[in-house]
């Protein structure tokens, strides 16, 4: 977003500035994991939960789901009866949570397609890369753009990476941009200068 350009307008009664409009996003929650599949709070209609092999429920840090060594097998899949739209712009954000005393690094990767575990015939895209210092919490983000754009029934997300197993999946978010601006304007005397 550029940077803030201010216009002030003087005059005997009041100094006004008038802000460049500010682009909103609403985040909303499509799973936030819990330590059990019955402890899982969820922000839609969505409610089904998958998991893939080798991945389950743990109550480290703020809960959410480990898996083992294989990353290509640590999915957690979102998924509900009604399709949710995804529009260029709009983001998957992850919030992950290292439970170790040793940084990680790892690239996660998200479907809208593929129901189950990671596969190379199927659809997924690289969300970025992220290093998470010891017991530190972290998100990675996938951008829609318009290849991945449109109705989806379903929001997979993968670990990918081997060998990160401390690595938990805290919760997976949808981030869109409202189309709400506002702009500011002081214009009471007491902003005046002399």
């Known amino acids: ?12 009664a009041c100094v006004c500035e008038l802000l460049e409009p500010r682009l909103f996003l609403s985040t909303t929650n499509l799973v936030n994991l819990g330590d059990s599949a019955g402890n899982n709070t969820f922000g839609t209609s969505w409610t089904t939960v998958f998991l893939g092999n080798y991945t389950g429920y743990d109550a480290a840090g703020p809960d959410g ?10 999915v957690v899949r979102i998924s509900g009866g009604s399709n949710r739209s995804y529009a260029v712009g709009d983001q998957v954000v992850a919030t992950w949570y290292n439970n170790s005393a040793s940084q990680i690094t790892f690239t996660p990767k998200v479907s809208f397609t593929d129901t189950n575990e990671w596969d190379s015939s199927s659809t997924w895209y690289d969300m ?25 029934a379903l929001v997979n997300v993968c670990r990918y990476t081997s060998g990160v197993n401390a690595a938990l999946l805290d919760k997976i978010e949808e981030v869109k941009p409202d189309n709400a601006t506002v702009s500011i304007a002081a214009t009471d005397a007491s902003a005046a200068e002399p």
Do not use: C, H, P
Request: aromatic share 6%.
């Open 128 to 152: 970025n890369q992220v290093t998470i210092a010891a017991y530190g919490t972290s998100t990675t983000t996938y951008t829609v753009d318009s290849g991945s754009a449109g109705d989806r």
């Open 65 to 74: 789901t480990m898996a083992g060594y294989t990353g290509t097998t640590n």
């Open 1 to 12: 977003m550029a940077a803030k350009k201010k216009a002030l307008r003087r005059n005997e």
